[in-house]
């Protein structure tokens, strides 16, 4: 099993920016890949970016393209999503998510673990 605690969430204002941490436990970190994932109200879960294991690929929506950037430290066992120029369409919940697999995935359905989730609101 592998528990996840995500923090960092707020309220921003458009061109902000704002870091999301995700702390894992249970589990050895370095060998999960691990995503971000946001979902809007009324709208389906959708894929923000991806890390693997060693940190050595990412992979990122469109819409973090340019804007996002996630990293990890394995030796903090957490992974983060720093999230620049920010814009109100970005308003979600934001999911830290971990797959056993060294390749990341952009199907939340590929990713057993969930994090709580945590509120981000963009203000134009």
């Known amino acids: 099993q592998v528990q996840l605690v995500v923090s960092g969430g707020g309220l921003v204002q458009a061109g902000g920016s704002l870091r999301l941490s995700c702390a894992a436990s249970g589990r050895t970190f370095s060998s999960l890949t691990m995503g971000w994932f946001r979902q809007a109200p009324g709208k389906e879960r959708e894929f923000v970016a991806a890390?693997?294991?060693?940190?050595?690929?990412?992979e990122y929506a469109d819409c973090a393209k340019g804007r996002f950037t996630i990293s990890r430290d394995n030796a903090e066992n957490t992974v983060y999503l720093q999230m620049n120029s920010l814009k109100p369409e970005d308003t979600a919940v934001y999911y830290c998510a971990a797959r056993n697999g060294v390749k990341t995935r952009t199907d939340p359905d590929e990713y057993a673990y969930w994090g709580q989730g945590t509120q981000v609101t963009v203000s134009s």
């Open positions: 890390i693997s294991w060693s940190g050595g690929n990412t």
